[in-house]
């Protein structure tokens, strides 16, 4: 009996009211944790919003240019979509745009019956008449001037390209080619078409087509040129009276500038004139850079205009340098080309440059130093 008194002691005289403290406590812990959940998701997005602003700052200082930055690293493929909104409103023609110099030698026809350019010098033309198995390995070393597809070419960050068109001897069919030293085994009208399909994958991108030379062609083969131009770009076509900035080119949806060096281009509102370009004629980089230099002191044209960085060797430079190819002379001097290249500033004043072409331009850093030129634009005015 008093056993069970004592048990009965130990009981709490209100069951209920333990019970509830329980619950209070438990209820206390969640609400202390989802209050702990709540500052943390706080400072979570408070996080997110700072590192937001210091993109968009980053973003500012980049357009402004004052960023450490460079324009180097922007996708090559795609550069102009990727430029600095702060660049939109430049013309074209100030604009520092890497080019190619005969941009369709890579395929150059091997076969041994395909003559000879009639530009070349007339002893090169005597020596592939009758000693053709000697001479032809060494027209082909020193005339390939690009080893990539145009559509490599485009991907590298090309939006130049030096087309020289020509019409084959004794082919009675209207097909046009590219020549260098020989004709291209492509049609002029196979390469447009592969351009056309890379602007339709690039639509923000704009390319420049040079259209010189025209060896062999006749009224009736330019006539047949210009309606192959027209309906592979349509609507691509940028018109001469348009400003030419890519804020403009792109609400219109323009993406093609056709220069064509032939008196025909005055009498068609779609074609622009012959685009200047600057050749120095010489095989010593360092020859090269001294004349030029000499042309940037009377002034650039008014419009567009090519710097060309090709070196062009002789016959006899050839003769004396058997084991050599074009390709060794240019990787050879590229580091010194690039080196002035580097040096030198888009826009409009009196030594400014504007398109860059070279060779084998997709084997050194050509395409992003030429790109990279256009941060000066953004630290001072054009």
Request: aromatic share 10%; hydrophobic share 40%.
């Amino acid at each position: 009996m008093i056993v069970s008194k004592m048990r009965r002691a130990h009981r709490p005289r209100y069951p209920g009211l333990c019970r509830s403290k329980s619950h209070l406590c438990s209820a206390a812990w969640w609400f202390g944790r989802l209050s702990w959940l709540v500052v943390w998701r706080k400072q979570q997005l408070l996080l997110n919003q700072a590192a937001e602003k210091s993109e968009l700052s980053m973003s500012s200082v980049v357009v402004s240019g004052r960023s450490e930055l460079s324009l180097r690293d922007l996708p090559m493929e795609s550069w102009m979509s990727h430029l600095p909104c702060a660049l939109w409103d430049i013309p074209l023609y100030h604009l520092a745009i890497p080019g190619s110099h005969n941009a369709i030698t890579y395929c150059l026809d091997m076969n041994d019956r395909s003559p000879v350019d009639p530009m070349q010098p007339d002893m090169l033309q005597k020596l592939d008449k009758y000693m053709k198995p000697l001479i032809r390995p060494f027209v082909y070393k020193w005339a390939i001037t690009q080893e990539y597809t145009i559509k490599q070419q485009l991907d590298c960050g090309v939006r130049y390209c030096d087309l020289r068109i020509a019409h084959r001897p004794n082919d009675s069919s209207n097909d046009l080619y590219f020549y260098h030293g020989v004709y291209t085994t492509l049609t002029v009208e196979t390469i447009l078409m592969e351009i056309r399909e890379w602007l339709d994958a690039h639509p923000r991108e704009v390319v420049i087509l040079s259209f010189s030379h025209f060896l062999g062609l006749n009224q009736e083969l330019h006539i047949h040129l210009l309606t192959t131009i027209r309906n592979i770009y349509t609507s691509k076509l940028c018109p001469k009276t348009e400003t030419l900035t890519l804020r403009k080119l792109w609400a219109l949806g323009y993406q093609v500038i056709v220069s064509y060096e032939h008196n025909i281009a005055s009498s068609h509102s779609d074609l622009w004139p012959h685009i200047p370009y600057w050749w120095a004629n010489k095989c010593k980089a360092e020859a090269l850079i001294e004349e030029f230099e000499r042309r940037k002191q009377h002034g650039r044209p008014g419009g567009f205009f090519v710097t060309g960085i090709n070196l062009t060797e002789d016959l006899k430079y050839i003769c004396t340098h058997p084991t050599e190819s074009l390709k060794d002379l240019v990787m050879a001097t590229y580091p010194t080309l690039l080196g002035w290249v580097k040096e030198q500033a888009p826009g409009s004043r009196v030594g400014s440059l504007n398109i860059i072409a070279g060779d084998f331009i997709t084997e050194s850093s050509f395409v992003p130093t030429v790109v990279t030129l256009n941060e000066k634009l953004l630290k001072w005015p054009s």
